[in-house]
C-alpha cells in the first residue's frame, strides 16, 4: 500500500480481554516496529522485526504481550488479560531494509481497557 | 538502558527561532533524528543527522550535534503557527538489529 496501514483506528475493550493489533507496512519493506505512546508520554519501544524474525522483543512489558510477522509483511501485536495500564495509542512503522534513515508510522490504533 | 530526554514543552512568538534540545545516552547511535507529530497526525520524519556530522541545514531547520556531549539540537528559524506540534528526539543504532529509541516528545506552542 501507499503507507502503513493500521486496523481498528480504535478499540474500546473490557478489562481480562485479548486484543490483536494489526500492521500493514508499505511493501518491500523489511524492518517494522511496534512502539507505544501513552497520553503524555514519549514513544516506547516494543518489538522489532526483521523480515519474519525479532532480533529485539526487549520493549515488550511483560508475558500478557507478544508479536508476530507472517510473510515479511503484515503484523499482529496480541495483548492477552489486557489491563487499564495497556491503554495507549499502539504505533506501528515500517522501515527499507533495516537501515532506519526514515521510519514511516502508521496513524496508530487506540487502545482504550475500561 | 539506552535513554532520549527532551523538555516537554517550548513556547516562541511567530517569527522568532525555536530551538529544541535533546541529549541521549547511547554512545553508539549512527542516526539522530527528529520527527514531528502534528495533532491527530502520525510521526513523520523531519530531518535526520548522521553521527559523523556536526552540522545539517534543510531550509527554516538546522540540526545541530555535539557528539562528546550526546547533544542534539533542532533551531527552526521564522517559526509560524503551522509549526506547532510535538517534536520527537530519536537515535538510532545497531544493536543486534537496528533499533530506534524515542525521547518523550516536546511540544512547541507559536503564539500569534
Known amino acids: 500500500g501507499a503507507g502503513v496501514s493500521q486496523s481498528p483506528s480504535n478499540k474500546v475493550t473490557e478489562k481480562g480481554k485479548d486484543v490483536e493489533l494489526r500492521c500493514d507496512p508499505i511493501?518491500?519493506?523489511?524492518?517494522l516496529y511496534w512502539y507505544r505512546q501513552s497520553l503524555g508520554q514519549g514513544l516506547e519501544f516494543l518489538i522489532y522485526f526483521q523480515g519474519n524474525s525479532a532480533p529485539d522483543k526487549s520493549g515488550l512489558p511483560s508475558d500478557r504481550f507478544s508479536a508476530e510477522r507472517t510473510g515479511g509483511s503484515v503484523s499482529t501485536l496480541t495483548i492477552q488479560r489486557t489491563q487499564q495500564e495497556d491503554s495507549a495509542v499502539y504505533l506501528c512503522?515500517?522501515?527499507?531494509?533495516?537501515?532506519?534513515?526514515?521510519?514511516?508510522f502508521g496513524q496508530g490504533t487506540r487502545l482504550t481497557v475500561v | 538502558g539506552e535513554d532520549v530526554e527532551q523538555s516537554l514543552f517550548l513556547s516562541v512568538r511567530e517569527g522568532d527561532s525555536s530551538v529544541i534540545n535533546c541529549t541521549y545516552t547511547?554512545?553508539?547511535?549512527?542516526?539522530l533524528y527528529w520527527y514531528k507529530q502534528e495533532p491527530g497526525a502520525g510521526l513523520q520524519l523531519l530531518t535526520y543527522i548522521f553521527s559523523n556530522m556536526d552540522m545539517k541545514q534543510d531550509q527554516r531547520l538546522t540540526v545541530l550535534l555535539n557528539k562528546k556531549d550526546k547533544h542534539l539540537s533542532l533551531r527552526i528559524a521564522d517559526t509560524q503557527t503551522g509549526d506547532s506540534a510535538i517534536y520527537f528526539c530519536a537515535g538510532g543504532s545497531y544493536t543486534g538489529g537496528f533499533k530506534t529509541i524515542f525521547g518523550a516528545g516536546t511540544r512547541l506552542f507559536v503564539k500569534a
Open positions: 512503522a515500517s522501515s527499507l531494509l533495516s537501515r532506519n534513515t526514515e521510519a514511516f
Open positions: 511493501s518491500g519493506h523489511t524492518a
Open positions: 547511547d554512545s553508539s547511535s549512527t542516526y
